[in-house]
């Protein structure tokens, strides 16, 4: 049986994917493998992939085609993630070099998974439909000393008609708030200033498991008592799980940063039904307005899709004129993109590929404006930023400010992990720049 002695594991895809490499890097180096610095030279290497889009899908399939026609195999390969579920044991037939296929509910079966292949030398699958709450959390490998994603919450059933997550993750499945804390105690204790919470719908954290009585603001206070606990994010928010407890939690909870994540996808509400988002767009708007109200200081992120079959110009400009109206910090947009067993399959991609650029291409230039405006806006003012290191070409040091907007400052290594009052004074696209000021007596916004 070959000696396993190292690993390297390419990510692809959302937060959820980046903790779940994590997780399973923790669980490899458990069995004695360390990481590799490149991925010729490792004894495993596995493809943590993504399906959301097209594009998605296809980065990885090149890659792996790659390989094998490469020929030589010196190591055990694996897929794992959502691709893995979406496409399941058919890679074999299509990569016939793959060892492995591991899905997003069988993490915890890597090492089984391993074993197996090795002894058997055959290639081995394993895609359950179900999450069953036994991952070793604690033994997660991070890249950061400072920032921290904490799983809450896995899996959706919301069933957005065009999205494949329902299906590659499983119905939702809550994390029992026990072992929540103990993970974000150890995390605050071994010096981590930010912690992210992660679910593809975390404000629907605790409604599987009712008899737990712990909804996701209850969870959010439990969190904010923990001593020395600094930040706590969470994403994504579905819209209709945002309750007033929870906007009250942003504004009540000192730790909890005033950003929200909740994406729109759409402006008009006929296509939002098709979407089926199970809100209007009146109901998003209000919903806005009362988030707004309750927390003042309260900035908000998005995704969008453009294109989504049968999206008409004049639906289209509704999504663009909500853009305009709602001023969201960030905003992600998409081109749709059809994929195999989601609901939306059934209708026809009707929307040309360059009708679908244009609308994108004018929903990013319209974001630029406003991301310029609000960054024009807060010249002047201070705000908290997290060191998260230095710049690209290493002359200042970078960070995030309590609104997820980046920041640069000049300043000394030792700054790095710690909090601090930056004056912004000039914006470069889409980052701050600023300079330290004493802390004390300072208006903190942003
Ligand atoms: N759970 C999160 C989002 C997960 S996917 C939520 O519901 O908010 C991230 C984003 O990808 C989605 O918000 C959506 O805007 C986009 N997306 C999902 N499926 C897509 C598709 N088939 N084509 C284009 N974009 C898609
Ligand atoms: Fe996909 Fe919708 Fe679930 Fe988000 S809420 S993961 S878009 S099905
Ligand atoms: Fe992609 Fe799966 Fe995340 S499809 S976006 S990796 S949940």
Not at 77 to 96: D, N, Q, Y
Not at 192 to 209: A, P
Not at 285 to 313: C, H, M, W, Y
Not at 410 to 423: E, H, M, N, R
């Amino acid at each position: 049986m070959p000696d396993l002695k190292t690993y390297f594991i390419r990510t692809y895809g959302c937060q959820m994917n980046e903790l779940d490499t994590e997780i399973m890097a923790g669980q490899l180096q458990k069995r004695g493998l360390l990481p590799s610095l490149d991925e010729e030279t490792a004894d495993v290497l596995i493809f943590n992939t993504c399906s959301i889009r097209d594009l998605a899908e296809r980065k990885v399939m090149g890659k792996l085609g790659q390989i094998g026609r490469a020929g030589k195999k010196n190591a055990i390969i694996g897929v794992t993630g959502c691709m893995a579920m979406a496409k399941r044991e058919s890679l074999f037939r299509k990569f016939p070099h793959l060892d492995f296929v591991v899905g997003t509910n069988n993490i915890t079966d890597l090492g089984t998974v391993l074993d197996e292949v090795l002894y058997t030398n055959r290639q081995v699958y394993k895609t359950d439909d179900r999450f069953e709450e036994n991952l070793d959390y604690l033994l997660a490998k991070r890249d950061s000393k400072i920032k921290a994603h904490v799983s809450i919450i896995r899996g959706c059933d919301k069933f957005c008609t065009y999205c494949v997550v329902p299906y590659t993750r499983g119905s939702e499945v809550s994390r029992p708030a026990m072992s929540i804390l103990e993970e974000c105690k150890m995390l605050v204790d071994q010096g981590y200033k930010e912690i992210t919470l992660l679910g593809q719908n975390v404000n629907s954290y605790g409604k599987d498991k009712p008899e737990w009585n712990c909804l996701f603001h209850d969870l959010l206070s439990k969190l904010d008592a923990i001593p020395g606990m600094e930040r706590i994010r969470f994403m994504t928010s579905h819209p209709i799980d945002i309750t007033l407890e929870l906007m009250q939690a942003i504004r009540d909870l000192p730790s909890l940063c005033e950003f929200v994540h909740f994406p729109i996808q759409a402006g008009s509400s006929r296509i939002l039904k098709k979407m089926h988002r199970i809100y209007t767009k009146e109901q998003y708007f209000e919903k806005v307005a009362l988030l707004r109200q309750t927390v003042p200081n309260v900035s908000l992120g998005t995704d969008i899709i453009v294109g989504f079959p049968t999206e008409t110009d004049a639906e289209f400009q509704e999504t663009y004129d909500a853009l305009k109206e709602l001023r969201f910090s960030v905003a992600f947009l998409f081109a749709y993109s059809p994929r195999k067993g989601t609901p939306a399959m059934r209708w026809k991609d009707d929307i040309p590929e360059e009708v679908k650029q244009e609308r994108l291409q004018k929903l990013i230039d319209l974001q630029t404006e406003i991301g310029n405006e609000e960054r024009l806006q807060m010249l002047g003012q201070t705000v908290e930023v997290l060191v998260e290191g230095f710049n690209r070409d290493g002359g200042q040091l970078k960070g995030r400010t309590r609104c997820w907007k980046k920041a640069l400052f000049p300043g000394d290594a030792s700054l790095i992990g710690t909090l601090q009052q930056v004056k912004i004074h000039s914006y470069t696209h889409q980052t701050l720049i600023g300079e330290t000021v004493e802390s004390h007596n300072l208006l903190t916004v942003g």
